[in-house]
């Protein structure tokens, strides 16, 4: 079982908002578990919080902005990605702007800062969303493609092209995020010179430098754009040269440092869906917009688990048999009610329960039109939500699951034998001191014919 992660002490950094020049102070602090990664506006006098939530996301021109009541925090993906990188779930971030500093232009120095205070782990279990079926989305008309295939880790393949003789085609690949430290959070972000016009005339880029982007530059410059530049960026005209088609000679850290840079910026918006995924990410000329278009898309995917009738494929391997069952739950014949298990995420399970004629309780359940018990239908229930639970632990023979309360129980039709019983639960709260809380559907077909909330509690057996 892996668990969530917060910092183990106060943070304090300093700096520059790229967009609107302001001198911004940042405090991370640790937080409780399942608080998640938290922004709060200190300036304003109601201090206001916003989760860094990818349904937050307002505007993504020149960097992630989320808003929450017409209070906005924005370039969050810096930050965000060195968060992904050290696991970090839970964290207050306090700053007194409506933006995170700019820093070098990078992740590098949030990592650095993370690294000194050091990473505290939770007694809550952390939760990941494991792609199962290929996920894409498309934007033909920019050539941009973004896709999600299985894989057990995070992996990554970028691939960008702007048409520009300067930048050229640039790829980057990862296979995890073990080595973001060093070859992906130093790479700092960047923009051409022609764009940097653009980003003045929409009052933008006021705390932009010279030496915390790479600017790419595709034509000589002439004296008089020199000197516009240098009165632009406070700078001395005979200090601005190109060098290899980048301005003021900044060194690269790498050749590919542009694609590496829009691998950080993924990391940091894909954080923003609040679950840890596991996937093949494939990348085709991403941006911010893109990513969180994306992300959206994953979610979508993940909520449309939790609606409707399960889809339950007879011919497909189950996820644990009746045999693997035995070992979770110390229920036998005639009271075992769940034969397969066919799906199992971190926070859901879908179980299947085949009722036949030969069912003991249909000798005295009104034995001339058989009818399923509606409480063996609830029994049936929690033997499942069980399994969700009892499947993290090692030893899952050792421990029992009681009810401790039933809600909302609704029988919305009548179960007889021949019907295959599809049971989904999902959690409601992340499981705490051993407290269980979930929703539970049963669907016959594409027909819901009884749903109801359980708590419940996991004991070691006697």
């Not at 590098?108 to 290929?134: C, D, H, M, T």
């Not at 003045?200 to 530059?217: E, Q, S, Y």
Request: hydrophobic share 40%; net charge negative; aromatic share 8%.
């Amino acid at each position: 079982m892996e668990y969530q992660n917060t910092i183990k002490s106060i943070i304090k950094i300093n700096g520059k908002g790229l967009h609107y020049g302001n001198n911004i102070n940042v405090t991370l602090f640790p937080a409780e578990p399942n608080t998640g990664i938290v922004f709060r506006r200190v300036d304003i006098d109601t201090k206001p919080t916003i989760s860094a939530q990818i349904d937050h996301v307002t505007d993504t021109s020149r960097g992630t902005t989320l808003e929450k009541n017409g209070v906005k925090v924005s370039t969050v993906e810096h930050l965000m990605a060195a968060l992904h990188y050290f696991g970090v779930d839970n964290t207050i971030i306090e700053l007194d702007s409506n933006e995170v500093p700019i820093l070098d232009g990078s992740a590098k120095i949030w990592v650095e800062e993370i690294k000194k205070v050091g990473i505290q782990q939770q007694l809550a279990k952390r939760y990941y969303y494991s792609i199962k079926n290929p996920i894409t989305y498309k934007d033909d008309e920019k050539q941009i493609e973004i896709k999600a295939l299985p894989y057990d880790g995070f992996k990554v393949d970028i691939t960008i092209d702007y048409n520009s003789s300067v930048l050229g085609v640039q790829t980057m690949s990862i296979d995890s995020l073990d080595n973001f430290d060093t070859e992906i959070a130093p790479c700092r972000t960047f923009v051409f010179l022609h764009e940097i016009e653009q980003l003045l005339k929409l009052n933008l880029i006021k705390g932009g430098d010279l030496d915390n982007a790479l600017i790419f530059v595709e034509h000589e410059l002439q004296q008089e754009q020199i000197e516009h530049l240098a009165k632009l960026f406070n700078k001395d005209p005979n200090k601005i040269k190109v060098e290899k088609g980048v301005l003021n000679n900044i060194k690269k850290n790498f050749d590919n440092e542009p694609a590496r840079h829009k691998l950080l910026d993924f990391i940091g918006d894909i954080k923003l869906l609040g679950i840890n995924l596991k996937g093949h990410f494939i990348l085709k000329r991403p941006g911010h917009y893109a990513n969180t278009e994306f992300a959206k898309q994953i979610k979508k995917v993940i909520m449309e688990k939790m609606t409707g009738a399960p889809h339950y494929d007879p011919n497909k391997e189950p996820v644990f048999t009746i045999n693997d069952i035995k070992t979770f739950l110390p229920h036998r014949f005639p009271m075992l009610l769940v034969d397969k298990i066919v799906e199992v995420g971190d926070d859901y399970v879908i179980g299947v329960k085949n009722v036949t004629g030969n069912e003991d309780f249909f000798n005295g359940h009104f034995p001339q039109e058989p009818v399923m018990p509606g409480v063996l239908i609830v029994e049936a229930m929690g033997q499942t939500g069980g399994i969700l639970v009892l499947k993290d632990y090692p030893d899952p023979e050792n421990y029992t699951t009681y009810f401790l309360r039933i809600d909302g129980v609704r029988f919305r039709d009548k179960v007889v034998p021949g019907d295959t019983l599809i049971f989904r639960l999902f959690l409601t709260e992340p499981v705490r001191r051993g407290i269980v809380k979930m929703k539970g559907e049963a669907y016959v077909g594409n027909k819901l014919v009884m749903e109801a909330e359980l708590m419940a509690q996991v004991a070691k057996t006697k």
